[in-house]
């Protein structure tokens, strides 16, 4: 039987730190935590509180603070291209790491990079991710958490028609797999994923050069299928 693995654990002042926010603001949060939904804690380091830092990751990704909903990035050539730290300041973020936190942490949640650069040497490669300024602002458009305008209507994008009995060993995308596990959206994917509910998928069986996207055979997903239907029904 494969162990579920323990979660990360992070305090408020980590927590704010990422969130670019004060240790007593997430105190807040935690404590108006019966209307909006923040998560409960997972323990504590003394008189410290600990969150579930997945838990944390998605919640503030689902739900993008009033700063972020009345952000309005500065104008930009549609096609020029940004890093991760620009990108992160175009859509109002203060820490630079967010939208390459999206990307490693929560997979589907945010778009891949338009343009992959392989720099460094050969002993010593790295990939550079850049976003065109458009795919930043379609997202902004659409992203889960946004406030709805009134009389506005928004449903998640329908995740597509992946047939179970396929090539067994075809390497399949978040998307995919989101699809063939019963999920309703690729973000409850993400979630169920980063918080360790799916273990048979914790180590992808392949990454995409397209930015280190994970991938898995269609055979492991069936597998993890198998095992989620298994623990429903007990």
């Known amino acids: 039987m494969t162990s579920r693995r323990e979660p990360r654990l992070a305090d408020a002042a980590e927590i704010a730190a990422e969130q670019g926010l004060t240790p007593a603001r997430i105190s807040g949060l935690y404590n108006d935590r019966a209307t909006n939904g923040f998560p409960e804690i997972a323990g504590m380091r003394g008189r410290a509180r600990l969150w579930d830092h997945a838990k944390v990751s998605v919640w503030f990704a ?3 603070p009033a700063r972020l909903r009345e952000h309005t990035p500065p104008a930009r050539d549609p096609q020029d291209l940004l890093n991760g730290a620009e990108a992160s300041r175009f859509l109002g973020y203060k820490n630079p790491n967010q939208v390459t936190t999206f990307v490693r942490e929560h997979p589907g949640y945010f778009p891949d990079p338009d343009v992959v650069e392989e720099l460094g040497t050969a002993e010593n490669r790295y990939r550079r991710q850049l976003w065109r300024v458009q795919t930043l602002l379609d997202w902004m458009a659409t992203r889960p958490g946004r406030g709805k305008h009134a009389g506005a209507q ?9 047939p179970a009995d396929g090539d067994l060993d075809e390497l399949l995308g978040a998307t995919q797999a989101a699809a063939l596990l019963g999920f309703k959206s690729v973000n409850s994917f993400a979630s169920s994923l980063s918080q360790g509910n799916l273990p048979l998928l914790d180590t992808p069986d392949a990454l995409t050069e397209n930015g280190g996207r994970r991938r898995w055979t269609r055979r492991r997903i069936l597998e993890q299928a198998a095992q989620r239907r298994g623990r429903k029904r007990r």
Do not use: E, K, S
């Not at 928004?154 to 992946?162: E, G, K, Q, S």
């Open 154 to 162: 928004r449903t998640a994008p329908a995740l597509p028609d992946v």
């Open 62 to 64: 689902n739900r993008p």
